[in-house]
């Protein structure tokens, strides 16, 4: 056994604390106040003073402000051993996904699709086309895989192309896993990616027999979804609605959600956006930027924007959202109730982009239509324009060699914020995450360059826009977040600023 | 008129030459950018359209004093934080289903 040297455990220069690990950081727009965040992702504002005399050991320890940093799990006072036991245990629940092992299992049942989406982000084929669905024993040896899979919280995603062209593999697939379940006893929950239209009374009540969720994707008003996703009867968001409107029918509302796709067109839309949401009854949009992938990379010239013109887009979608709220409208973004989830919270969100390590192959695996897996939905894509560097073996490989992998060497490898440069030590590390086939599409590097990523400019400019607001601390905005990150009524939160904004005043 | 080519030298006296070189790390999707050690120093070479020198240098060196700070916290703070993982990791092949 190797034991530390004993200044390791000791006090700084009798300073009457120790500092804890920490990193640190300034808003742009509060360049005299410094934000402090802990591993355990608490966090704090200090004036620059304040934080040189923490940081420097200057701080006098009586104080209540050395006591809230204290609180924060910033610093330790006193000569007392650092409670180790109680450190690990809010690292590891920040991490408990790392324990669970591959829990999204994404199955590409067919590449066909009947659409002709501007920005889709997979290969798809023709509607008539052959060859592009998979087979019964492929589909097998994928449930295998499945099975093989530590994590006892499953969830199963059905992609395409448009899955419901190949609703008899879904079936089939549903009910091997039902049937293998009874002795493995899993909790499974399966989701349906689908454009919803032509979706039958057949298939809804197997959707729901099997308590599905459905996901579809809603740009906006009309004429911006038509825009985005053409058909050539011009009708796509007519029949996505009357998609979703008989899906609620079927599965009851909770279980029907959508996302949205932002292009070029979408950005100067912010407003009429949201509100669109509100009006057809959703209680949660995702406003997602373009992809780098598939069909979407040859249209990024036309349809593309800079992170500046998304986060522009963004900041009023936002702004316009805690406005809806505050009047009664209960409708969350998904991305900012992600990261406000990881920051506000000791807990580790699900959000595969965002995890340290990477989520790519430890939380996700991807059986496509011919049998490949995949590491995520993007390194199929990838793949599908030729590419198959992260193919990590087929359907017939065991999970053991799957997770052993040439692919998931290169993606453990550079997946590791805490070890990646402009990541090590940047103050959103907490919260944030790697995703080496992102920076491999985007920079042909999986390690990927941070001061010039695209990635790293968004997460960065979301976390500055969010701090933000939890600096200002206004109680209307902290009860909007509050509910979405307790999915609550805002009616139901009292306006309280988070207790760390308290060590700034 | 921009300017096309910065220097900018530092005595390791003031700063380590990989505290130099991290700083310089971040300046490098704004400019091409290259670092030397040349014995005594770290010298900095912007090269890019540069509106105002002074004011790069100025960005840099605020940027050199975070990332000294940086570079002694890690230090007074690594065997800890190396601590923590590994009671976690140890607590979490104990205790599968624990704290998770």
């Keep these: 056994m190797k034991f530390q040297l004993i200044s390791a455990f000791q006090s700084n220069a009798d300073?009457?604390?120790?500092?804890?690990?920490?990193?640190?950081?300034?808003?742009?727009?509060?360049?005299?106040?410094?934000?402090?965040?802990?591993?355990?992702?608490?966090?704090?504002?200090?004036?620059?003073?304040?934080?040189?005399?923490?940081?420097?050991?200057?701080?006098?320890?009586?104080?209540?402000?050395?006591?809230?940093?204290?609180?924060?799990?910033?610093?330790?006072?006193?000569?007392?051993?650092?409670?180790?036991?109680?450190?690990?245990?809010?690292?590891?629940?920040?991490?408990?996904?790392?324990?669970?092992?591959?829990?999204?299992?994404?199955?590409?049942?067919?590449?066909?699709?009947?659409h002709s989406c501007r920005y889709c982000q997979v290969s798809r084929r023709a509607e008539s086309d052959a060859g592009y669905d998979m087979d019964e024993a492929t589909a097998r040896a994928a449930v295998d895989r499945l099975f093989e899979s530590p994590a006892r919280q499953l969830t199963v995603e059905f992609q395409g192309g448009e899955p419901l062209l190949a609703f008899e593999r879904i079936r089939g697939i549903v009910e091997d896993i039902a049937a293998r379940n009874r002795s493995q006893r899993r909790t499974i929950t399966f989701v349906l990616a689908s454009t919803l239209h032509g979706v039958t009374d057949e298939q809804l009540a197997f959707f729901r027999e099997h308590r599905f969720e459905l996901s579809t994707s809603l740009d906006g008003p009309a004429a911006l979804h038509d825009l985005n996703r053409p058909l050539p009867t011009r009708e796509s968001h007519a029949r996505t609605l009357a998609g979703v409107a008989r899906a609620r029918a079927a599965l009851g509302a909770d279980h029907v959600n959508a996302l949205t796709t932002l292009t070029r067109a979408s950005l100067a839309h912010p407003e009429a956006i949201v509100d669109h949401y509100i009006e057809q009854g959703f209680t949660s949009i995702f406003l997602r930027p373009l992809s780098p992938y598939g069909f979407a990379r040859r249209g990024l010239a036309r349809q593309g924007y800079a992170t500046g013109e998304f986060m522009t887009f963004y900041r009023r979608a936002l702004a316009h959202l805690i406005r809806r709220n505050l009047e009664g409208h209960a409708l969350t973004e998904a991305y900012a109730t992600l990261l406000l989830s990881s920051i506000l919270t000791p807990f580790a969100h699900g959000y595969m982009d965002l995890r340290s390590p990477a989520g790519a192959g430890l939380g996700v695996l991807l059986y496509d239509y011919d049998g490949a897996v995949y590491p995520s939905d993007e390194a199929r894509m990838l793949a599908a324009e030729g590419d198959r560097r992260f193919r990590m073996g087929s359907v017939h490989t065991p999970y053991r060699e799957l997770l052993l992998s040439e692919p998931m060497q290169a993606i453990l490898a550079a997946g590791l914020t805490e070890g990646l440069t402009g990541c090590a030590d940047c103050v959103f590390q907490p919260y944030c995450g790697a995703d080496p086939v992102d920076a491999y599409a985007r920079q042909a590097d999986v390690y990927g360059h941070r001061p010039s990523s695209a990635f790293c400019a968004r997460q960065t400019a979301m976390f500055e826009l969010l701090f933000g607001y939890l600096r200002d601390g206004d109680a209307d905005v902290m009860r909007v977040f509050q509910s979405w990150v307790q999915r609550r009524a805002v009616a139901e939160i009292r306006g309280e600023p988070p207790e760390a904004i308290d060590a700034a005043a | 008129m921009s300017i096309h080519e910065v220097h900018i030298t530092i005595p390791h006296r003031e700063a380590a030459h990989a505290i130099v070189q991290r700083t310089a790390h971040r300046f490098s999707g704004r400019y091409t950018v290259a670092v030397a050690d040349e014995g005594d120093r770290s010298c900095v070479r912007f090269d890019g359209s540069v509106e105002t020198p002074e004011q790069l240098e100025r960005e840099f060196r605020a940027l050199l004093l975070d990332d000294m700070l940086r570079a002694r916290i890690e230090t007074e703070t690594a065997s800890l934080r190396q601590l923590i993982v590994e009671a976690a990791l140890r607590s979490a092949l104990r205790e599968p289903e624990a704290g998770a």
């Design chain 1, 15 to 114: 300073s009457g604390y120790r500092l804890l690990p920490f990193r640190f950081g300034r808003l742009p727009d509060r360049p005299d106040e410094v934000l402090v965040t802990g591993d355990s992702g608490r966090f704090t504002f200090l004036s620059q003073a304040d934080f040189l005399a923490f940081a420097d050991h200057r701080l006098d320890p009586t104080t209540t402000r050395a006591r809230d940093l204290e609180g924060l799990d910033l610093l330790h006072r006193g000569d007392r051993p650092i409670p180790l036991d109680r450190h690990a245990i809010a690292w590891r629940t920040r991490k408990a996904f790392l324990f669970d092992g591959p829990s999204l299992h994404i199955f590409v049942v067919t590449l066909r699709c009947h």
